[in-house]
C-alpha cells in the first residue's frame, strides 16, 4: 500500500467533481492498494459514499483494494448507517455515536 491520499473535507455532490478527479488519476497512476485518509470529512452525502464505493469497486476489479484510514466520526456514521464500513474497509479507533 503506497502513502495515504487526504480526502478533502466536504464529500458532498456539489464539491465531487475536484475528488473524483484526483481519484481517478490516482487510482491510475498507482499501481498498489490505495489508502485514503478520510479524518478530514465533515461533511458528506449519497454522492460522497457513492465515489468511495466506485473507487473500492473498480480498484477490486484489478486485485486492488481501498482502506479508509482515521474516519471522521462524520463519515464513521455515514458508513455505518448505509452498511458500507466493512466493503469499504474502514479503519478507525473511534466508535461512531
Not at 473535507?9 to 478527479?21: G, I, K
Amino acid at each position: 500500500m503506497g502513502p495515504a491520499w487526504r480526502l478533502p473535507a466536504r464529500l458532498v455532490r456539489t464539491e465531487m467533481a475536484a475528488a473524483r478527479a484526483a481519484l481517478l488519476e490516482l487510482m491510475r497512476t498507482e499501481p498498489l492498494d490505495l489508502a485514503l485518509d478520510a479524518s478530514a470529512v465533515d461533511a458528506v452525502d449519497g454522492c460522497g459514499l457513492q465515489l468511495l464505493l466506485a473507487c473500492r469497486n473498480d480498484l477490486a476489479k484489478n486485485g486492488r483494494s481501498l482502506t479508509l484510514l482515521a474516519c471522521s466520526r462524520t463519515l464513521a456514521r455515514a458508513l455505518d448507517l448505509v452498511g458500507l464500513a466493512t466493503m469499504l474497509g474502514r479503519r478507525s479507533a473511534e466508535v461512531p455515536r
